[in-house]
């Protein structure tokens, strides 16, 4: 069972920072694409960051210029730092990795449990 393990949230005031960071445990026979979902409540989850393997990154608009995401091949993992925290990115922020693991051999979303950021005065 391939687990996304999140850590990094919590509670910022506006204007502040957090870096979000998502270990995978186990290693994946290639990596399509590794990023950041979130879902506020009461609305669907949307694409925050992403990068896609051999392509580059995106970023949501709402987020440009202000959210960076990395990598760490190395490490197996994937960052998200945040900074200019506004109150519109309060939600639960998913990691997401798009691969073929050793195991099946066959090309298939997962996720992990969401770690929730707030952002409030």
């Known amino acids: 069972q391939v687990q996304l393990a999140e850590s990094g949230g919590g509670l910022v005031q506006p204007g502040g920072s957090l870096r979000l960071s998502c270990a995978v445990s186990e290693s994946f026979f290639s990596i399509n694409a590794m990023g950041w979902y979130r879902q506020a409540p009461g609305k669907q989850r949307e694409l925050v960051a992403i990068?896609?393997?051999?392509?580059?990154?995106n970023y949501a608009d709402s987020v440009k210029g202000r959210f960076t995401i990395s990598r760490d091949n190395a490490k197996n993992a994937v960052y998200l730092q945040m900074n200019s925290l506004q109150s519109e990115d309060t939600a639960v922020y998913y990691c997401?990795?798009?691969?073929?693991?050793?195991?099946?051999?066959?090309?298939?979303?997962?996720w992990g449990q969401g770690t929730q950021v707030a952002v409030s005065s």
């Open positions: 997401y990795v798009l691969g073929r693991r050793m195991a099946t051999m066959t090309i298939s979303p997962y």
């Open positions: 990068i896609i393997s051999s392509v580059g990154t």
